[in-house]
């Protein structure tokens, strides 16, 4: 069946009173996604069918987003919402606790097979609090205590950043949209092995793209890599702020410097997502050099595409500064 975008909002308003009717009869599902990266390989299990909506887009970071009254509505309309989870998108906590009824949330951290790891912490690596504040205020004002603080806040979010991982959330993405719209079931499971397929050779081909700059001692802005640095046995040793809300004072400051100095970082890597003036701060006059690191793809149209750019963005960065090229 054709989609007709002309028809879109009648259609809405006429499910809206008709819910309980048979979704497989649907022209189209309405999927909304989080993040850039969950939008891409979403749109990538979709393609043909229909195209997802995507919540955080441009330079936002979801670590203090704010749904604007559109996308508040647009969740409500939705069949199905992919997000990571709690501990990234806090903000979705609450519009879909209130949607649970009509909306599928599909959190993708737990999705089956996903390799997931702790936040870091002592060392150079501080325990980090994404979410986990909003977190702990959502729960708070709602009371709601479904999802256990502690595994909240000990579960390090970024899981995208491994295409392993991502392949983990392509069979949860095909698994949940073939049961929303059983009519377009094939479609989904052809593209979603077509994407797996992909993400496999992106995996050797990063994997053979980073490892001659293996060694090299580097710091990010904030602790998102660990998926990455563990995929690719990278020497990652430090995060420049603590929490990506907070911004490091004077004695932090000072405290990466003598970090750098003293394990010889290369490279220091800002975020488009926060201000690149504290980076320069720290490795003003010194012989480390600057590189960006973009975990969410701000500049890189949404779509198919984007989650492969996004990957080989990082490992495009990371191997340009470490190698000194
Ligand atoms: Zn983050």
Not at 38 to 46: F, R, T
Not at 82 to 104: C, H, M, T, Y
Not at 253 to 264: F, H, K, S
């Amino acid at each position: 069946m054709q989609f007709n975008p002309m028809g879109s909002g009648v259609l809405k308003k006429l499910l809206g009173g008709l819910l309980l009717l048979p979704l497989m009869a649907l022209a189209q599902p309405q999927v909304a996604a989080s993040i850039k990266p969950v939008h891409s390989l979403v749109s990538g299990v979709m393609q043909g069918v229909g195209e997802p909506l995507l919540l955080v887009s441009g330079g936002a970071s979801p670590h203090d987003y704010s749904l604007k009254p559109s996308e508040a509505r647009a969740i409500n309309q939705a069949h199905v919402v992919f997000w990571i989870g709690p501990e990234l998108e806090s903000f979705l906590l609450r519009p879909l606790d209130n949607a649970k009824n009509q909306v599928r949330a599909v959190a993708l951290l737990d999705a089956p097979g996903m390799k997931l790891l702790p936040l870091r912490e002592g060392g150079a690596w501080e325990p980090h609090s994404h979410g986990r504040d909003g977190h702990d205020r959502g729960q708070a004002a709602d009371g709601d205590d479904d999802h256990g603080r502690a595994r909240v806040a000990d579960r390090d979010a970024h899981v995208w950043l491994d295409p392993v991982n991502a392949m983990a959330m392509v069979h949860q993405i095909v698994a949940v949209l073939g049961e929303v719209d059983a009519a377009h079931r094939a479609d989904y499971q052809r593209n979603g092995a077509a994407l797996i397929e992909r993400l496999d050779q992106l995996n050797r081909q990063l994997a053979t793209e980073l490892a001659p700059v293996r060694e090299q001692p580097y710091l990010v802005f904030h602790d998102a890599y660990h998926y990455f640095e563990q995929r690719y046995d990278l020497n990652a040793i430090g995060s420049v702020v603590v929490s990506a809300e907070r911004r490091p004072g004077a004695k932090r400051v000072m405290e990466i410097q003598a970090r750098i100095r003293d394990l010889q970082a290369r490279c220091v890597f800002s975020e488009p997502q926060f201000q690149p003036a504290l980076v320069e701060t720290i490795i003003a006059g010194g012989p480390v050099r600057r590189g960006v690191l973009d975990p969410l793809g701000a500049e890189l149209p949404p779509g198919p595409d984007a989650y492969f750019q996004l990957l080989q963005g990082l490992a495009t960065s990371l191997r340009v500064c470490l190698s000194g090229a």
